[in-house]
């Protein structure tokens, strides 16, 4: 699963035309199956008798209706563009995911990045719109009713990395580098590793082992260097999202691609480590196999050059 927070802008036409993935019309309602989520207040100043199928050009009116009422609100960087704008896109490989499953990815993500706090019905208005095969476009005004500007987390780049981590975890869904290494690559890797040389004697055994521990740091998803360094990856790709100039937006789009790559790293070096044998595992020395079991020891050499 992979996020994408775009620059803001100054209305929700432009954005919601590229979630739609087609212009803003006057003529097309959106159901509960395109808009799978919205803000809660929504519901509570919407009376029951009026419709609830509006046209894409009413939402947008709905969006941006909080910058007309309040045209001197601004950020705490005077940034007067108030459009809040996220993509969320799916492996190509994913399932397809359900209504209530898309509604529960918009509201941990806007959790996090602050835009949503559970029972606040004077919040900002934000949508979810589910318009385009696995891909979910949230939709934010950052101008809260009472005109004050909407305050979001400052860590936003790892924490929104994280529970992107456990939202795949939790939904069965892939991660962005294709969900690691080929199991059946891993399986045979582990097979050769189990069948050590002749006479491999107990200092390989702990040498595997040290160097599995080895792998098992850099790979760690907390204090692991790399983990350290794709988060400074994906901070830096979000500072330069918000950069006025053509060239932030590409380059921030480089580097998250850079982010996604190193955690492939660390799941390729987690199941590395996961294969290499270690002292409690590792079978007894191959001549003494050969004392106990001559059938056994012969078949074994021949299986692992099979293998290989």
Request: with cysteine; proline share 9%.
């Amino acid at each position: 699963m992979i996020i994408r927070i775009h620059p803001r802008h100054f209305t929700p036409a432009e954005p919601l035309t590229e979630a739609l993935g087609r212009p803003v019309s006057n003529h097309e309602g959106l159901t509960a199956y395109t808009v799978v989520a919205h803000w809660p207040g929504l519901d509570h100043s919407t009376p029951d008798d009026e419709q609830k199928t509006w046209t894409s050009a009413e939402w947008a009116e709905h969006l941006d209706a909080p910058s007309w009422q309040h045209p001197d609100a601004a950020s705490s960087q005077d940034d007067v563009r108030s459009i809040w704008h996220a993509e969320v896109r799916l492996h190509p490989s994913d399932r397809d995911l359900t209504g209530p499953e898309w509604s529960e990815i918009a509201h941990r993500i806007l959790r996090i990045v602050g835009i949503h706090r559970p029972g606040d019905d004077r919040g900002c208005r934000w949508i979810a719109v589910q318009a385009q095969p696995g891909r979910l476009d949230l939709l934010a005004n950052l101008i809260r009713p009472d005109g004050t500007w909407t305050t979001q987390h400052r860590r936003v780049p790892p924490v929104l990395a994280a529970e992107c981590r456990r939202i795949e975890t939790e939904l069965d869904l892939r991660s962005p580098e294709g969900g690691g290494p080929d199991p059946e690559q891993t399986a045979r890797f582990a097979q050769r590793a189990a069948l050590p040389a002749n006479g491999a004697s107990p200092g390989t055994v702990d040498a595997a082992t040290q160097l599995a521990g080895l792998l098992r740091q850099l790979a760690d998803e907390n204090t692991g260097p790399l983990a350290t360094v794709r988060g400074l990856v994906e901070h830096t790709a979000h500072r330069l999202d918000h950069l006025p100039h053509t060239y932030g937006p590409a380059a921030g789009h480089q580097l998250e691609l850079i982010a996604r790559r190193l955690h492939g790293i660390q799941q390729d070096l987690d199941a590395t480590a996961r294969a290499l044998p270690t002292a409690a595992v590792l079978p007894a020395p191959l001549s003494t196999r050969m004392a106990t079991s001559p059938v056994i020891a012969t078949a074994a050499p021949a299986s692992g050059n099979q293998q290989r």
